[in-house]
T-cell receptor, first 113, second 108 residues
Framework: DVKVTQSSRYLVKRTGEKVFLECVQD?????MFWYRQDPGLGLRLIYF???????EKGDIPEGYSVSREKKERFSLILESASTNQTSMYLC????????????FGQGTRLTVV | GIQVEQSPPDLILQEGANSTLRCNFS?????LQWFHQNPWGQLINLFY???GTKQNGRLSATTVATERYSLLYISSSQTTDSGVYFC??????????FGTGTSLTVIP
């Protein structure tokens, strides 16, 4: 079975902190994604990576950056956390562009106080 | 991007009842998936179904790509089926566009 693992299920951070959300997949997938989910707004793409060190901005990249130094790991970085970044963050991976199934991690509920 | 609309937004069923959830999408797709979000927030894969029909136990799904819709059927619903069901579509692989979900509550 494909496994996508996010490093934390719950996180509480202070405003202004630098926050790292980690995601690891074990199926040699090319593509990895970070989404955030908010009530009434659904799931929105923050960043997408299609290869090591390659990334593309999604719909809401402001305030975030990403890092993909190894194929299996995709990190989401909040450079200076703000309260409006309190949300559910979901990582996903898929084998290649468009034609294969995507799998999601268990999600990280981040609260910024 | 692709517009994805799901209906109904909310559904309450008695245990044992059947239901149909619908997903309409605005453009041609090469990837269509159905997910169930469990109470802890994880998206569980139900079907990868860009076209055709698939069945898995009490659940089945049909996608009619030429008419840009997909249906998820739940038969003999159980309380464990409760949660939010999402469909997601893609035609580039760069991202998946999600509907706003159908919130299903199954009461005993």
């Amino acid at each position: 079975d494909v496994k996508v693992t996010q490093s934390s299920r719950y996180l509480v951070k202070r405003t202004g902190e630098k926050v790292f959300l980690e995601c690891v997949q074990d199926m040699d997938h090319e593509n990895m994604f970070w989404y955030r989910q908010d009530p009434g707004l659904g799931l929105r793409l923050i960043y997408f990576s299609y290869d090591v060190k390659m990334k593309e901005k999604g719909d809401i990249p402001e305030g975030y950056s990403v890092s993909r130094e190894k194929k299996e790991r995709f990190s989401l970085i909040l450079e200076s956390a703000s309260t409006n970044q309190t949300s559910m963050y979901l990582c996903a991976s898929s084998f290649d562009r468009g034609y294969t199934e995507a799998f999601f991690g268990q999600g990280t509920r981040l609260t910024v106080v | 991007g692709i517009q994805v609309e799901q209906s109904p937004p909310d559904l309450i069923l008695q245990e044992g009842a059947n239901s149909t959830l619908r997903c309409n999408f605005s453009d041609s797709v090469n990837n269509l998936q159905w997910f169930h979000q469990n109470p802890w927030g994880q998206l569980i894969n139900l079907f990868y179904i860009p076209s055709g029909t698939k069945q898995n136990g009490r659940l089945s799904a049909t996608t009619v790509a030429t008419e840009r819709y997909s249906l998820l059927y739940i038969s003999s619903s159980q309380t464990t089926d409760s949660g939010v069901y999402f469909c997601a579509a893609s035609n580039t692989g760069n991202q998946f566009y999600f509907g706003t979900g159908t919130s299903l509550t199954v009461i005993p």
